[in-house]
């Protein structure tokens, strides 16, 4: 049995460029993607998203090529949110067919 990969962690902060500065001066990290409403960084086995607490909701998000439908990011990815029952949010995500969503959306 393939087990399943977590692609990221998010945890909320209130202020990302802060957030970023935290992790890269504390810890062995890239930034992926950065703007003003959240950010990427890339550790060696995972990455972590800092997000803020009006735009997303923390969560652990866990691939899945199998998923149908789903809100589509502005990197291509798509995915659904859903509670675990314990009060946790997860987050399913697919990159497959990146390429193919976004020349749907150009014609």
Not at 31 to 40: G, I, K, P
Request: glycine share 6%; with cysteine; charged share 30%.
């Amino acid at each position: 049995m393939q087990l399943d990969n977590i692609d990221h962690v998010a945890i909320q902060v209130t202020h990302i460029a802060r957030g970023v500065a935290f992790y890269k001066k504390n810890f062995k990290c890239e930034v992926e993607y950065e703007d003003e409403s959240w950010a990427l960084l890339k550790f060696n086995n995972t990455k972590l998203a800092l997000v803020l607490p009006q735009d997303h909701p923390p969560h652990i998000a866990i691939v899945d090529d199998e998923l149908e439908g789903g809100d589509v990011h502005r990197d291509g990815s798509r995915s659904k949110y859903e509670h675990d029952g314990y009060g946790n949010m997860v987050e399913i995500i697919t990159y497959k067919d990146i390429d193919n969503d976004r020349d749907t959306k150009e014609q």
